[in-house]
Protein backbone atom coordinates (compact mmCIF):
# COMPACT_ATOMS: atom_id res chain seq x y z
CA UNK A 1 0.00 0.00 0.00
CA UNK A 2 0.85 3.82 -0.06
CA UNK A 3 2.97 5.08 3.05
CA UNK A 4 5.02 7.86 4.05
CA UNK A 5 6.64 8.35 7.43
CA UNK A 6 7.46 11.13 9.20
CA UNK A 7 8.54 11.66 12.74
CA UNK A 8 6.43 13.54 14.47
CA UNK A 9 7.90 16.34 16.36
CA UNK A 10 11.28 17.77 16.72
CA UNK A 11 13.33 20.18 18.88
CA UNK A 12 16.36 21.62 17.99
CA UNK A 13 18.21 24.57 19.17
CA UNK A 14 18.88 27.86 17.50
CA UNK A 15 21.70 27.88 14.95
CA UNK A 16 22.02 23.90 15.43
CA UNK A 17 21.45 21.98 12.48
CA UNK A 18 18.17 19.50 12.03
CA UNK A 19 17.60 16.68 9.92
CA UNK A 20 13.87 15.39 9.44
CA UNK A 21 13.51 12.40 7.94
CA UNK A 22 10.79 10.69 5.37
CA UNK A 23 10.51 7.12 4.01
CA UNK A 24 7.63 5.99 1.67
CA UNK A 25 6.11 2.91 0.32
CA UNK A 26 4.74 4.38 -3.05
CA UNK A 27 3.24 2.34 -6.39
CA UNK A 28 4.82 4.96 -8.44
CA UNK A 29 7.52 7.53 -8.01
CA UNK A 30 7.68 10.89 -10.10
CA UNK A 31 9.88 12.93 -7.17
CA UNK A 32 9.41 14.01 -4.20
CA UNK A 33 8.40 17.45 -2.46
CA UNK A 34 9.01 19.36 0.82
CA UNK A 35 6.88 21.54 2.04
CA UNK A 36 7.38 24.55 4.74
CA UNK A 37 3.65 25.49 6.49
CA UNK A 38 4.00 27.64 9.59
CA UNK A 39 1.14 27.81 12.02
CA UNK A 40 -2.25 28.76 10.48
CA UNK A 41 -0.76 29.29 7.11
CA UNK A 42 -0.98 27.20 3.61
CA UNK A 43 2.04 25.52 2.91
CA UNK A 44 5.16 26.33 0.75
CA UNK A 45 7.40 24.82 -1.61
CA UNK A 46 10.10 23.80 -0.13
CA UNK A 47 12.54 21.49 -2.65
CA UNK A 48 12.31 18.57 -5.36
CA UNK A 49 14.23 15.41 -5.85
CA UNK A 50 13.84 12.95 -8.51
CA UNK A 51 17.31 12.00 -8.65
CA UNK A 52 19.29 10.14 -6.05
CA UNK A 53 21.57 12.57 -4.37
CA UNK A 54 21.73 15.65 -2.29
CA UNK A 55 19.86 19.08 -3.46
CA UNK A 56 21.15 22.17 -2.11
CA UNK A 57 19.36 25.60 -1.40
CA UNK A 58 20.90 27.75 0.63
CA UNK A 59 20.22 26.84 4.14
CA UNK A 60 18.04 23.56 3.19
CA UNK A 61 19.48 20.76 1.41
CA UNK A 62 17.34 17.36 0.50
CA UNK A 63 18.57 14.12 -0.36
CA UNK A 64 16.77 11.17 -1.97
CA UNK A 65 17.49 7.96 -2.10
CA UNK A 66 15.59 6.07 -4.41
CA UNK A 67 16.31 2.29 -3.39
CA UNK A 68 16.06 2.66 -0.16
CA UNK A 69 12.75 4.59 -0.20
CA UNK A 70 13.96 7.31 1.89
CA UNK A 71 14.59 11.44 2.03
CA UNK A 72 15.58 13.96 4.33
CA UNK A 73 15.73 17.69 4.53
CA UNK A 74 18.36 19.59 6.48
CA UNK A 75 18.15 22.49 7.91
CA UNK A 76 21.38 24.56 8.55
CA UNK A 77 22.02 27.31 10.83
CA UNK A 78 18.50 26.93 12.59
CA UNK A 79 16.70 30.43 12.94
CA UNK A 80 13.86 30.56 15.56
CA UNK A 81 11.62 31.60 12.23
CA UNK A 82 11.90 27.71 10.81
CA UNK A 83 9.46 26.47 13.76
CA UNK A 84 7.16 25.12 11.33
CA UNK A 85 5.63 21.75 10.45
CA UNK A 86 7.69 20.50 7.25
CA UNK A 87 5.86 18.11 4.85
CA UNK A 88 6.99 15.38 2.91
CA UNK A 89 5.09 14.31 -0.39
CA UNK A 90 5.47 11.84 -3.18
CA UNK A 91 4.35 12.48 -6.84
CA UNK A 92 3.26 8.82 -7.30
CA UNK A 93 1.50 9.39 -11.06
CA UNK A 94 0.55 12.81 -13.31
CA UNK A 95 -1.46 14.36 -10.55
CA UNK A 96 -1.54 12.18 -7.32
CA UNK A 97 0.44 13.77 -4.63
CA UNK A 98 0.83 10.90 -1.25
CA UNK A 99 1.33 12.97 1.89
CA UNK A 100 3.15 12.32 4.93
CA UNK A 101 1.42 13.98 8.01
CA UNK A 102 4.40 16.03 8.28
CA UNK A 103 7.10 16.63 11.59
CA UNK A 104 6.55 19.89 13.57
CA UNK A 105 9.63 21.33 14.24
CA UNK A 106 10.22 23.27 17.36
CA UNK A 107 13.38 25.62 17.52
CA UNK A 108 14.57 26.96 21.30
CA UNK A 109 16.59 29.62 21.68
CA UNK B 1 4.22 35.14 -7.86
CA UNK B 2 1.54 32.68 -8.07
CA UNK B 3 -1.56 33.62 -5.74
CA UNK B 4 -4.31 31.37 -5.21
CA UNK B 5 -7.37 33.03 -3.21
CA UNK B 6 -9.74 31.56 -1.05
CA UNK B 7 -12.80 33.15 0.00
CA UNK B 8 -13.02 32.58 3.33
CA UNK B 9 -10.76 32.35 6.04
CA UNK B 10 -12.82 31.07 8.73
CA UNK B 11 -16.53 29.64 8.00
CA UNK B 12 -18.96 28.21 10.44
CA UNK B 13 -22.00 26.27 9.26
CA UNK B 14 -25.12 24.57 10.88
CA UNK B 15 -25.29 20.92 10.56
CA UNK B 16 -27.51 20.52 6.55
CA UNK B 17 -26.93 23.86 5.01
CA UNK B 18 -25.21 23.48 1.80
CA UNK B 19 -21.81 25.06 1.64
CA UNK B 20 -19.71 26.60 -1.23
CA UNK B 21 -15.97 27.11 -0.51
CA UNK B 22 -14.50 29.27 -3.69
CA UNK B 23 -10.51 29.21 -5.06
CA UNK B 24 -9.35 31.36 -7.67
CA UNK B 25 -5.93 31.20 -8.89
CA UNK B 26 -4.27 33.92 -11.54
CA UNK B 27 -1.46 32.18 -13.11
CA UNK B 28 -3.49 30.08 -16.17
CA UNK B 29 -2.71 26.65 -14.08
CA UNK B 30 -4.02 23.76 -15.49
CA UNK B 31 -4.59 21.37 -12.27
CA UNK B 32 -6.35 22.67 -9.22
CA UNK B 33 -7.21 20.46 -5.82
CA UNK B 34 -9.03 20.21 -2.94
CA UNK B 35 -7.63 19.13 0.18
CA UNK B 36 -8.54 18.68 3.78
CA UNK B 37 -5.82 18.79 7.02
CA UNK B 38 -6.73 17.39 10.33
CA UNK B 39 -4.25 17.33 13.30
CA UNK B 40 -2.35 14.13 12.90
CA UNK B 41 -3.22 13.58 9.07
CA UNK B 42 -1.69 14.21 5.94
CA UNK B 43 -3.09 16.48 3.24
CA UNK B 44 -6.01 14.03 2.32
CA UNK B 45 -7.42 14.66 -1.67
CA UNK B 46 -11.11 15.25 -2.05
CA UNK B 47 -10.89 16.48 -5.77
CA UNK B 48 -9.23 17.21 -8.67
CA UNK B 49 -9.62 18.71 -11.79
CA UNK B 50 -6.96 19.23 -14.70
CA UNK B 51 -9.22 21.10 -17.00
CA UNK B 52 -11.94 23.14 -17.70
CA UNK B 53 -15.46 21.45 -16.80
CA UNK B 54 -12.84 18.65 -15.48
CA UNK B 55 -12.96 16.63 -12.15
CA UNK B 56 -12.01 13.76 -10.55
CA UNK B 57 -12.52 12.52 -7.70
CA UNK B 58 -9.56 12.22 -4.84
CA UNK B 59 -9.24 9.76 -1.63
CA UNK B 60 -12.59 11.19 0.24
CA UNK B 61 -15.13 12.48 -2.33
CA UNK B 62 -18.22 11.56 -0.20
CA UNK B 63 -19.83 13.98 0.92
CA UNK B 64 -18.60 16.47 -1.55
CA UNK B 65 -18.71 17.93 -5.02
CA UNK B 66 -16.77 20.33 -7.18
CA UNK B 67 -17.48 22.46 -10.43
CA UNK B 68 -14.97 24.31 -12.89
CA UNK B 69 -17.24 26.38 -14.97
CA UNK B 70 -13.54 28.80 -15.26
CA UNK B 71 -10.36 28.08 -15.77
CA UNK B 72 -9.34 30.28 -13.03
CA UNK B 73 -11.77 29.04 -10.32
CA UNK B 74 -12.51 25.83 -8.31
CA UNK B 75 -15.32 25.28 -5.84
CA UNK B 76 -15.63 22.93 -3.58
CA UNK B 77 -19.10 22.11 -2.43
CA UNK B 78 -20.27 20.48 0.99
CA UNK B 79 -23.81 19.36 -0.34
CA UNK B 80 -25.50 18.87 3.40
CA UNK B 81 -22.43 19.86 5.86
CA UNK B 82 -21.86 17.25 9.03
CA UNK B 83 -19.71 17.84 12.11
CA UNK B 84 -17.27 15.66 10.38
CA UNK B 85 -16.05 18.05 7.77
CA UNK B 86 -15.18 20.44 10.12
CA UNK B 87 -11.47 20.92 8.80
CA UNK B 88 -9.52 23.17 7.42
CA UNK B 89 -9.86 23.22 3.85
CA UNK B 90 -7.07 23.90 0.92
CA UNK B 91 -6.83 24.58 -2.28
CA UNK B 92 -3.75 24.68 -4.61
CA UNK B 93 -3.12 24.59 -8.16
CA UNK B 94 -0.38 23.71 -10.20
CA UNK B 95 1.06 23.85 -13.91
CA UNK B 96 -0.10 21.06 -16.53
CA UNK B 97 0.30 17.29 -15.33
CA UNK B 98 3.59 16.36 -17.26
CA UNK B 99 5.59 18.98 -15.59
CA UNK B 100 6.22 16.21 -12.54
CA UNK B 101 8.63 18.70 -10.83
CA UNK B 102 6.11 21.55 -10.95
CA UNK B 103 4.94 22.21 -6.94
CA UNK B 104 1.53 22.73 -5.84
CA UNK B 105 0.78 26.45 -4.86
CA UNK B 106 -1.47 26.79 -2.07
CA UNK B 107 -4.44 29.07 -0.78
CA UNK B 108 -4.29 30.35 2.77
CA UNK B 109 -7.15 27.93 3.93
CA UNK B 110 -10.69 28.10 4.88
CA UNK B 111 -10.65 26.66 8.46
CA UNK B 112 -14.63 25.31 8.63
CA UNK B 113 -16.30 24.35 11.83
CA UNK B 114 -19.99 22.43 11.50
CA UNK B 115 -22.10 22.77 14.58
Known amino acids: GQNIDQPTEMTATEGAIVQINCTYQ??????LFWYQQHAGEAPTFLSY??LDGLEEKGRFSSFLSRSKGYSYLLLKELQMKDSASYLC??????????WGAGTKLIIKP | DVKVTQSSRYLVKRTGEKVFLECVQD?????MFWYRQDPGLGLRLIYF???????EKGDIPEGYSVSREKKERFSLILESASTNQTSMYLC??????????????FGNGTRLTVT
Open chain 1, 89 to 98: AVREGNYQLI
Open chain 2, 27 to 31: MDHEN
Open chain 1, 26 to 31: TSGFNG
Open chain 1, 49 to 50: NV
Open chain 2, 49 to 55: SYDVKMK
Open chain 2, 92 to 105: ASSLRSDSYNSPLH
